[in-house]
């Protein structure tokens, strides 16, 4: 059974500081998405990443994957209070089917 | 107008009462699934359809019944609700003929169980 573990759960921030959330899997996979959520709102993409080594920016956050490792990383330089949101990562171990972490919330304080 | 959509937004009943929530998708895409949301959770796949003969189980299927009416319509069932059944459900879709397979979220359906 794939186990995808975040960390933290809970992220409070200042605005201008740097920060890394972690998302760790137990299995090994070919495509790892990272997702954010607003408050009462859907979930939106924001990265897929498709092999070993990848690397995927956008704006101020930046994603990579260790295939190795089964680690990815999301990674917020420079943080500003629209960022506040709740990050997934999700997993797909067989075509189509994904397994989500519990999610990071991120709180970002001027 | 959006690309996927959930009908009702918003519900409330009475333990025991059928529900239907309705998904439907205007992407083409082949691929429709359905979560559920608890606070402080991620999603958990419900049920999943590659196209309009194949329905599969997800990880949490008990108490829930789906029916692929069309590529673009999705239904999920609760029989008989519970209160545990309270919770954000989602519907999302995907292409399979895109490497990524991104999935692509509907705005979601509260459903209040009492």
């Known amino acids: 059974e794939l186990k995808v573990e975040q960390n933290p759960l809970f992220l409070s921030m200042q605005e201008g500081k740097n920060y890394t959330i972690y998302c760790n899997y137990s299995t090994t996979s070919d495509r790892l998405y990272w997702y954010r959520q607003d408050p009462g709102k859907s979930l939106e993409s924001l990265f897929v990443?498709?092999?070993?080594?990848a690397v995927k920016q956008e704006g101020r956050l930046m994603a990579s994957l260790d295939t190795k490792a089964r680690l990815s990383t999301l990674h917020i330089t420079a943080a500003v209070h629209d960022l506040s949101a709740t990050y997934f990562c999700?997993?797909?171990?067989?075509?189509?089917?994904?397994?989500f972490g519990d999610g990071t919330t991120l709180t970002v304080k001027p | 107008d959006a690309d996927v959509t959930q009908t009702p937004r918003n519900r409330i009943t009475k333990t025991g009462k059928r529900i239907m929530l309705e998904c439907s998708q205007t992407k083409g895409h082949d691929r429709m699934y359905w979560y559920r949301q608890d606070p402080g959770l991620g999603l958990r796949l419900i049920y999943y359809?590659?196209?309009?003969?194949?329905?599969n189980k997800g990880e949490i299927s008990d108490g829930y019944s789906v029916s692929r009416q069309a590529q673009a319509k999705f239904s999920l069932s609760l029989e008989s609700a519970i209160p545990n059944q309270t919770a954000l459900y989602f519907c999302a879709t995907s292409d399979p003929g895109l490497r990524t397979d991104t999935q692509y979220f509907g705005p979601g359906t509260r459903l209040t169980v009492l």
């Open positions: 990443l498709l092999s070993n080594g």
């Open positions: 999700a997993v797909a171990l067989n075509a189509g089917k994904s397994t």
């Open positions: 359809s590659f196209d309009v003969k194949d329905i």
